[in-house]
């Protein structure tokens, strides 16, 4: 059986149920949104630094941390990983370059 994304999405909220003596999740998402996006930023950072200088491993270990933190972030903003869904759906109705170009500032 293989392990998804939408499992780590109910993983984290069967976590948060559970008391912050128990639970990373829980005890991230007490300290607000704000903490939870920082230690997202941290994350991708070890990322990058893992990506451009490191090994594969350590690339997809960092990889694994900044989705576990990104699904706390959303989470923290009662964002569910289907909204993520549908909005990459709703991008792919054109080329990813027209797509990033109607971004206000073509960013």
Do not use: P
């Not at 293989?2 to 912050?20: G, M, N, P, V």
């Not at 007490?30 to 090994?55: H, I, M, N, R």
């Not at 941390?65 to 706390?72: G, M, N, S, T």
């Amino acid at each position: 059986m293989t392990f998804t994304l939408h499992d780590l999405e109910k993983r984290i909220a069967e976590r948060a149920s559970a008391t912050a003596d128990i639970s990373y999740t829980r005890k991230l998402l007490d300290k607000g949104v704000a903490q939870c996006a920082k230690k997202f930023g941290e994350e991708a950072v070890e990322a990058v630094l893992a990506a451009t200088g490191e090994s594969r491993e350590r690339l997809i270990s960092e990889g694994a941390d900044v989705l576990y933190h990104l699904l706390v972030v959303l989470k923290a903003r009662d964002v569910a990983l289907a909204d993520i869904e549908a909005e990459l759906q709703a991008r792919t109705a054109r080329s990813g370059l027209d797509e990033k170009a109607s971004r206000k500032g073509g960013n």
